[in-house]
Structure formats: C-alpha cells, structure tokens
C-alpha cells in the first residue's frame, strides 16, 4: 500500500489519541459526553479517507465517500453550535436559525446519501479511489462555507461585544480553529478537485485541518476548562430538582435556568437578569440584599421573600461560580419555603389549641402526625452534607439483619475517614473544612450506585453500605471512589488553589449473615461497625489513601 495512502490514518490515529487524552484528564459531564462525540466525528473523516483507498470493492469505497461527506456536515453543524456555546452567544440558540442553519445540512447529505444518477459522485476505472464530483457536492461544500462563515460571524459578534478576557481568550482559539479547517478545505477542493486533470492528488488536507481544529479545542477545553460553569450548574440533576436554579455568565445574562423555576421567572437563556427586578417594595432588608449582591459579587447573599400575588414564602440564595478563582458566573436558587413556614404556623396553631382546649387532644395528634411525616427526611438526613445520618443507617442495617437470615444474600460494609483532615481545617479554617467534606460526598455519591446508602458516620467519617455485593465487587467500586476523590480538584471560595483531599477505607465483606448467631440485630450490627472500624484504623496505620479488607 502506498505511503499516501496511510497519511489519513495517522491523522485520524493523532485525533484518537486527544480523544484519549480529554476522556482521561477531565471529569466527564453531559456536555463533554457531547463534546466526545462530536470529536469522534471528526475521526470518521481521515478513516474514510484511508478506507476508501485501501477498499478492493467499488461498493465499499462508495459508502466511504458517502459516510465522509455526511459527516462532514456534522462536522459543521458542531462547529456552529460550540462556537455559540464557547463564545457566549447564546442568543443564536434560536430555534429559528438552528432550523435555517442544519435544514440544509440535512438535505445535502440526503442527497449524498441517495446519490441520484451519479449527480453526487461518479466512478473512475469502476472505482472511487478516483472520482468525479456532481452538482451536489458543491451544494454541500456550499453549505459547508456558509456554516464556516456563519461561525466566523458569531466569533465577530463575541470580539467585538464586552466579553470578559477569559471570553475572547477560548474565541480566538475557536477563530483559530476555523481558520485551519477552512483554509485545508479549500486547498483540498483546489488542488484535488478543481485541478484534479493536472495535478497528481495529495491527500491529508482536510484530514490535517481537522486536526488542528481539534488540537485548538482540546487546549481550550483543558486550560481555559469552558466547560466548567455548564459542569457545576447541571450535576445530571438541575431539571429534577423540586427548587429553582438560575445559572448566569459574569455578564449577569442567563445561562441556564430549570424548570422548576418557569413558574415564577419567565426568562430564557440569554436574557440580562436583573435581581431589583424581582424585589417587591423597597424595604432595608432587599436593600441591603441588592447591595450585598452587587458590590460583593464573590460572595454568598440569601434572602427570604413574601410575594402576596402568588401567596409564596420564597428563598433566594445567590452563589459566585469560581473557576480557579477567578468568578465566571453565578448560581441563583430560588427555594419555596411556604410549606415549611406552613408546617410550623400550623404546628404552632395546634400547640394553643392544645393548651387552650385539652378536649381536642385526639385531633391536634393526628394533625401533628401528618406534619411529623412530612419532617422525616430532615429527622434521617445530615445537616451539613445532606447524606443520610448514622441513625438513619443503622435502622436500615439491623431491618437487612433479619431479612438476610432467610436469604444468606452477600453485602459489604466501607467505613471511610478523610486524610489528614485536622490538617485542612488548620491551614483554611472550619467553613473549608466543611466544603471539603461536602465535596467528598458528592463525589462519592456521583459514584455510589442507585440502592447503595451512604452516611456520615461522624465528623469526617462516612460509611458505605452495598447490598447484594461481594468482596470482589465491592472491592472495584472502592478503588472507584478512592480514585475520584484522590482527583477531585476543589475550587473553595478564599482559598486560591484548588483542594484536593485522599481517602482511608476499612472494608467488610459480609458473605452470610448466618455465620455467627447474633444475640439480637443491634449487638450484631455493633460487631460489624468494630470489625470495619479495625480495617480502617489498619489502613491508616499503613499510610492512609489505601483500602484494607476483612471478613464477617
């Protein structure tokens, strides 16, 4: 085969190896899910080009040609639409001028697909190692202009607007990125096409402007960590949650905004946000709430609201995002607290009744009843970190003692301590040390999975249960959670360097609940926590950040 012919694939091989590099050396959210998968794209180009040459079968080679070219309009597509993302024109994520934008795309590569009587492509010698192109291909190298301009339009509008540094710093890598692949298409469509009858073909082009392209991406997305306000706002959750999240740019325009928030705020994205907007009257209190918000932007301002119209206790909590300490946005929660405030005006209201008129004991208890049903969460779960308590756990554990009698089914039991965590209270002070416990947990939970229950079990110990786990099983899932957390990269507000922390586990792999014959469920329970606790006091005597396992 000739040397030309392995041009493309070694392209494509350099592609595969950033794609590597991104999945290995960020956390991985929804949006690089989508960023991988638009990379993966833009391999299948350079791999139809070697494959096309290195296919014996003209049939082959034609569904080469057909599957680049379409991808190629993908590829555009994605262009455009992480142009708007990275830039923060949002306000091209019109539906509208999607529709204007990849309706087209569509239809072209309908046609690549369909090829009707060779108006795509045309064989050579009964091949399309060589090819002869037809009116739809320069539709679709049209369309593939217009998106490049269309992208180069958006980066304008970013330059010249009142974008932060930050902002037109990933721009001009983006604008750099275009460049490339532009620039190599029309030299590929020039040399290879056009003067295709009197010049030899010189592959790579596109295949090289490609990679460049991305080498510009994966810097962005590495030094400049784009990705980071949508990471920190969506936590796979922001649509599930029952309170409102508004996310925005440094700019105070609209980012994200859920949909639990719809009802009381009617924004889109890219809409400017003004808090004084929102405030009814102008009492002290909201004044001195919008003075906090403005002047200290990089700090934490909450305030509780009565909105009379709507008949709405609610809770505004507005947070800095930072990003290497440097503020790139804000996280606004709007929190309704009317029923809580009805819970403890009704369960106030049923005390003087109590007191006032003894005859109405039965009534008021049962009322009461009610209300303590809708507290038990807070009664189960930890103030601070909002996993479940120690109390919640063990009544979980003595109710599987009983049940495991019948079934002999295996479970394990991790107990985890936070290294040297006296260490970070000391060198940032308690409200640190508090975020790094937070933290800890929500990688942890990130991990977990679904009916797996995790606990503070004090200060900064958490212990794991796993049903229906073995030690192997469970053994993988602790080598998991030790590798995120060891990772993990804290960003805590007045600390200028990311935290990151390591962790000690005791491991008890619990085969048959059988085994021993309990006096009761809670004397055998307080066995199992001794028997871990000396697993994970082993581990720290070993040099922490390891995992020690033992037997029940």
């Not at 507290?375 to 479940?388: E, F, P, Q």
């Given at each position: 085969m000739a040397l030309e012919s392995w041009i493309d694939l070694i392209l494509c091989f350099i592609l595969f190896l950033l794609f590597v590099y991104i999945f290995a050396s960020v956390?991985?959210?929804?949006?690089?899910?989508?960023?991988?998968?638009?990379?993966?794209s833009m391999m299948i180009w350079p791999y139809c080009q070697f494959a096309i040459r290195s296919a014996q079968d003209p049939i082959y080679q034609l569904f080469y040609v057909k599957l680049a070219f379409v991808d190629a309009s993908l590829l555009t597509a994605g262009w455009i639409f992480f142009t708007i993302l990275i830039s923060g024109q949002s306000q091209f994520l019109k539906r509208k001028i999607l529709m204007l934008l990849f309706i087209p795309a569509i239809i072209s590569s309908l046609g690549v697909v369909l090829n009707p009587n060779g108006w795509f492509v045309?064989?050579?010698?009964?091949?399309?190692?060589?090819?002869?192109?037809?009116?739809?291909?320069?539709?679709?190298?049209?369309?593939?202009?217009?998106?490049?301009?269309?992208?180069?339009?958006?980066?304008?509008?970013?330059?010249?607007?009142?974008?932060?540094?930050?902002?037109?710093?990933?721009?001009?890598?983006?604008?750099?990125?275009?460049l490339a692949v532009t620039v190599f298409l029309m030299l590929d469509i020039f040399l290879n096409v056009v003067l295709d009858d009197y010049l030899p073909v010189i592959p790579?082009?596109?295949?090289?402007?490609?990679?460049?392209?991305?080498?510009?991406?994966?810097?962005?997305?590495?030094?400049?960590?784009?990705?980071?306000i949508v990471?920190?706002?969506?936590?796979?959750?922001?649509?599930?949650?029952?309170?409102?999240?508004?996310?925005?740019?440094?700019?105070?325009?609209?980012?994200?905004?859920?949909?639990?928030?719809?009802?009381?705020?009617?924004?889109?994205?890219?809409?400017?946000?003004?808090m004084s907007g929102i405030l009814p009257g102008s009492t002290v209190e909201n004044a001195n709430f919008l003075l906090r918000y403005r002047e200290c932007p990089d700090e934490v301002a909450e305030i509780?609201?009565?909105?009379?119209?709507?008949?709405?206790?609610?809770?505004?909590?507005?947070?800095?995002?930072?990003?290497?300490?440097?503020?790139?946005?804000?996280?606004?929660?709007?929190?309704?607290?009317?029923?809580?405030?009805?819970?403890?005006?009704?369960?106030?209201?049923?005390?003087?009744?109590l007191q006032e008129r003894n005859e109405s004991l039965i009534k008021v208890q049962e009322e009461l009843f009610q209300t303590n049903r809708k507290l038990t969460k807070m009664a189960i779960t930890d103030s601070l970190t909002?996993?479940?308590?120690?109390?919640?756990?063990?009544?979980?554990?003595?109710?599987?003692?009983?049940?495991?009698?019948?079934?002999?089914?295996?479970?394990?039991l991790i107990l985890i301590d936070i290294d040297f965590f006296k260490a970070v209270n000391d060198r940032y002070g308690h409200l640190a040390g508090d975020a790094v416990i937070c933290g800890t947990v929500e990688i942890l939970q990130q991990t977990l999975r679904q009916d797996d229950i995790l606990a503070r079990y004090g200060g900064e110990e958490f212990i794991i249960y796993l049903p229906d786990t073995d030690e192997s099983q469970a053994l993988l899932l602790a080598e998991q959670l030790k590798a995120n957390i060891e990772f993990n990269k804290m960003s805590i507000e007045n600390v200028d360097q990311p935290v990151s922390v390591t962790i000690s586990m005791g491991l008890l792999s619990i085969n048959d609940f059988t085994a021993r014959q309990p006096r009761d469920a809670a004397a055998y329970l307080s066995d199992l926590f001794k028997s871990v606790d000396e697993a994970l006091y082993e581990a720290k005597d070993q040099g922490r950040n390891r995992i020690v396992s033992i037997r029940g």
């Amino acid at each position: 085969m000739a040397l030309e012919s392995w041009i493309d694939l070694i392209l494509c091989f350099i592609l595969f190896l950033l794609f590597v590099y991104i999945f290995a050396s960020v956390t991985i959210t929804n949006l690089h899910k989508v960023y991988l998968a638009f990379h993966f794209s833009m391999m299948i180009w350079p791999y139809c080009q070697f494959a096309i040459r290195s296919a014996q079968d003209p049939i082959y080679q034609l569904f080469y040609v057909k599957l680049a070219f379409v991808d190629a309009s993908l590829l555009t597509a994605g262009w455009i639409f992480f142009t708007i993302l990275i830039s923060g024109q949002s306000q091209f994520l019109k539906r509208k001028i999607l529709m204007l934008l990849f309706i087209p795309a569509i239809i072209s590569s309908l046609g690549v697909v369909l090829n009707p009587n060779g108006w795509f492509v045309l064989p050579v010698n009964g091949g399309y190692v060589e090819r002869i192109y037809g009116p739809i291909f320069w539709i679709n190298i049209s369309i593939l202009v217009i998106h490049a301009i269309v992208s180069l339009y958006i980066i304008y509008v970013a330059l010249v607007s009142d974008q932060a540094p930050r902002i037109k710093h990933q721009v001009m890598y983006m604008l750099k990125g275009i460049l490339a692949v532009t620039v190599f298409l029309m030299l590929d469509i020039f040399l290879n096409v056009v003067l295709d009858d009197y010049l030899p073909v010189i592959p790579g082009f596109t295949s090289l402007g490609i990679v460049i392209s991305a080498i510009f991406f994966v810097i962005t997305i590495h030094q400049d960590k784009v990705f980071d306000i949508v990471t920190i706002a969506h936590q796979d959750i922001i649509d599930t949650l029952e309170y409102g999240i508004l996310v925005l740019d440094d700019h105070e325009k609209v980012v994200e905004i859920n949909q639990a928030l719809h009802p009381l705020l009617l924004m889109e994205a890219g809409d400017l946000f003004d808090m004084s907007g929102i405030l009814p009257g102008s009492t002290v209190e909201n004044a001195n709430f919008l003075l906090r918000y403005r002047e200290c932007p990089d700090e934490v301002a909450e305030i509780e609201l009565w909105q009379p119209d709507v008949q709405l206790y609610i809770h505004i909590h507005a947070a800095p995002i930072m990003v290497n300490a440097v503020r790139v946005g804000r996280i606004i929660t709007f929190q309704d607290m009317s029923e809580l405030r009805r819970l403890i005006e009704e369960t106030n209201h049923q005390n003087s009744i109590l007191q006032e008129r003894n005859e109405s004991l039965i009534k008021v208890q049962e009322e009461l009843f009610q209300t303590n049903r809708k507290l038990t969460k807070m009664a189960i779960t930890d103030s601070l970190t909002g996993c479940y308590n120690r109390h919640y756990l063990t009544q979980q554990l003595e109710s599987e003692v009983t049940k495991n009698r019948e079934y002999r089914a295996p479970s394990t039991l991790i107990l985890i301590d936070i290294d040297f965590f006296k260490a970070v209270n000391d060198r940032y002070g308690h409200l640190a040390g508090d975020a790094v416990i937070c933290g800890t947990v929500e990688i942890l939970q990130q991990t977990l999975r679904q009916d797996d229950i995790l606990a503070r079990y004090g200060g900064e110990e958490f212990i794991i249960y796993l049903p229906d786990t073995d030690e192997s099983q469970a053994l993988l899932l602790a080598e998991q959670l030790k590798a995120n957390i060891e990772f993990n990269k804290m960003s805590i507000e007045n600390v200028d360097q990311p935290v990151s922390v390591t962790i000690s586990m005791g491991l008890l792999s619990i085969n048959d609940f059988t085994a021993r014959q309990p006096r009761d469920a809670a004397a055998y329970l307080s066995d199992l926590f001794k028997s871990v606790d000396e697993a994970l006091y082993e581990a720290k005597d070993q040099g922490r950040n390891r995992i020690v396992s033992i037997r029940g």
